[in-house]
Each structure stands twice: as structure tokens, then as C-alpha cells.
Nanobody, 127 residues
Framework: QLQLVESGGGLVHPGGSLRLSCAAS????????TGWFRQAPGKEREAVSC???????GYADFVSGRFTISRDNAKNTLYLQMNNLKPEDTAVYYC?????????????????????WGQGTQVTVSS
């Protein structure tokens, strides 16, 4: 059974960068679509980026080219490279996965569609 563990969060100044990692165990990402979601205090969890098992990615509008989702199959690790961070990016970031059989494309990049979740990692953007 797939299990996910995120790391890489922290405190960064506006305009800075972070790379989040999501290490998988129990299975490989080959059989799953993957995604990054975030939840800010008092707000609902929202999608940041999702990718098919073959790597086709989609992004939320607010990303505006600042973030990149990627995967290292040899390390069985999913990444989210975040550049030009803004205070409004402050949130707990979660990686998630769902069987590739149930992910048809970015239209399925919503939290209720994903069945496996990591514990989350805090990202704080502040001067």
C-alpha cells in the first residue's frame, strides 16, 4: 500500500524558493497520478498541481509559472519546486496520489478524488 511522507517546508522570504519532496514507500508512482495540494488557515484545501502517471502536469491558475511538479522514479520521490514565493502561498502543503485508473486529467485534480495523503509540510512566506 502506498504511503507518502513530505519534507522540505519552512520559512522563506517573499521572492524566495523552496523545493518540497514527497517520498513514497509500499509501491511506486508508476501506478498513480500524483498531486500537490495546500490548505491555509481558515480556508479549504485547494489543488496546486497534479500530474498523470506518465508525467503530464497541470497547474492552478495562481501558480502562474512559478511552481513545477516533477518526479524522480529512481528515488520514488515527487517534488514541487516553488519559486518567487508570495505571502499568500503560506499554507500546509500535502502530496497525494490516486490510482491512475481514476485520473483522466487535470479536471480530476481535486482533493476528494485523491485517496492517499501525506502528513503535510508547513510553508511560511514572510519577511
Amino acid at each position: 500500500q502506498l504511503q507518502l511522507v513530505e519534507s522540505g517546508g519552512g520559512l522563506v522570504h517573499p521572492g524566495g524558493s523552496l523545493r518540497l519532496s514527497c517520498a513514497a514507500s509500499g509501491s511506486t508512482f508508476d501506478y498513480y497520478a500524483t498531486g500537490w495540494f495546500r490548505q491555509a488557515p481558515g480556508k479549504e484545501r485547494e489543488a496546486v498541481s497534479c500530474a498523470t502517471s506518465s508525467g503530464t502536469a497541470g497547474y492552478a491558475d495562481f501558480v502562474s509559472g512559478r511552481f513545477t511538479i516533477s518526479r524522480d522514479n529512481a528515488k520514488n520521490t515527487l517534488y514541487l519546486q516553488m519559486n518567487n514565493l508570495k505571502p499568500e502561498d503560506t499554507a500546509v502543503y500535502y502530496c497525494a496520489a490516486v490510482s491512475r485508473l481514476y485520473y483522466a486529467g487535470y479536471g480530476n485534480c481535486v482533493s476528494r478524488e485523491f485517496t492517499v495523503w501525506g502528513q503535510g509540510t508547513q510553508v511560511t512566506v514572510s519577511s
